[in-house]
C-alpha cells in the first residue's frame, strides 16, 4: 500500500532523527523509521518538539508479531502542518517482549499500551498503570500473538480458546 498523500518519507525523518540523535535510527524505509528501543522515548519527544516535525498526536500506536520479533508501531501526526509519521521499534526475542513507555511523552499512550500489552502481551517499561484492559487478570496468553492457538506443525498455543466447549459459547 502507498503512503498517505502526507505521510513524510521515512530517510527524511530518519536522517534528521539521527543527526540529532545519534545511534537512534536503526533502519530508514521509504515510509517509516525503525528506532532503537532504548532511545525510543527520547526520538518521540524529539519528533514530539521539533518545529520541523511537530507530531503532537500520537493517533495509533500498535503491535505486530512476526514469529521471530515483534514490533511496536507508532503513528505521529501534525496537526499544524498536515503531515504523519510512522515509527517502529522492535524486539530482540518472542520470550521478553518489552519497550519503553511512550505515556512521559503522549498522555495518549497509556490506553493503546495497555491494549497492546493485553492482546499482544508486549510490555511497556515504566508504564503507570500496565494490566489488561479487555481481559480479565489471570486470562491465559495473548489472543492477537500468532502462537496463541495450537495450529498442528507450526506453534505450541492452546488447544483452544479457553471456555469453549462443541456447541456451546458460555462461561
Same mark, same amino acid.
Given at each position: 500500500?502507498?503512503?498517505?498523500?502526507?505521510?513524510?518519507?521515512?530517510?527524511? &525523518?530518519?536522517?534528521?532523527?539521527?543527526?540529532? %540523535?545519534?545511534?537512534? &535510527?536503526?533502519?530508514?524505509?521509504?515510509?517509516? &523509521?525503525?528506532?532503537?528501543?532504548?532511545?525510543?522515548?527520547?526520538?518521540?519527544?524529539?519528533?514530539? @518538539?521539533?518545529?520541523?516535525?511537530?507530531?503532537?498526536?500520537?493517533?495509533?500506536? !500498535?503491535?505486530? @508479531?512476526?514469529?521471530?520479533?515483534?514490533?511496536?508501531?507508532?503513528?505521529?501526526?501534525?496537526?499544524?502542518?498536515?503531515?504523519?509519521?510512522? %515509527? =517502529?521499534?522492535?524486539?530482540?526475542?518472542?520470550?521478553?517482549?518489552?519497550?519503553?513507555?511512550? !505515556?512521559?511523552?503522549?498522555?495518549?499512550?497509556?490506553?493503546?499500551?495497555?491494549?497492546?500489552?493485553?492482546?499482544?502481551?508486549?510490555?511497556?517499561?515504566?508504564?503507570?498503570?500496565?494490566?489488561?484492559?479487555? %481481559?480479565?487478570?489471570?486470562?491465559?496468553?495473548?489472543?492477537?500473538? =500468532?502462537?496463541?492457538?495450537? &495450529?498442528?506443525?507450526?506453534?505450541?498455543?492452546?488447544?483452544?480458546?479457553?471456555?469453549?466447549?462443541?456447541?456451546?459459547?458460555?462461561?
Amino acid at each position: 500500500m502507498p503512503p498517505g498523500p502526507r505521510q513524510l518519507g521515512g530517510e527524511r &525523518v530518519g536522517s534528521a532523527l539521527e543527526a540529532a %540523535l545519534p545511534g537512534s &535510527v536503526v533502519e530508514s524505509h521509504p515510509e517509516w &523509521v525503525v528506532v532503537s528501543p532504548g532511545r525510543l522515548v527520547e526520538a518521540l519527544g524529539w519528533l514530539r @518538539d521539533s518545529e520541523e516535525f511537530d507530531a503532537a498526536q500520537l493517533s495509533n500506536l !500498535c503491535a505486530v @508479531d512476526y514469529h521471530s520479533y515483534f514490533e511496536v508501531i507508532y503513528h505521529l501526526q501534525s496537526l499544524d502542518l498536515n503531515h504523519q509519521i510512522v %515509527l =517502529k521499534a522492535r524486539t530482540t526475542s518472542r520470550e521478553d517482549v518489552a519497550v519503553p513507555s511512550a !505515556c512521559s511523552v503522549y498522555r495518549g499512550a497509556l490506553l493503546q499500551e495497555r491494549e497492546a500489552y493485553d492482546l499482544m502481551g508486549v510490555r511497556f517499561d515504566g508504564h503507570p498503570d500496565l494490566r489488561r484492559l479487555f %481481559l480479565w487478570e489471570g486470562y491465559p496468553g495473548h489472543p492477537l500473538r =500468532k502462537d496463541f492457538l495450537q &495450529v498442528e506443525g507450526h506453534h505450541p498455543g492452546l488447544p483452544r480458546f479457553p471456555f469453549e466447549e462443541p456447541g456451546v459459547q458460555s462461561r
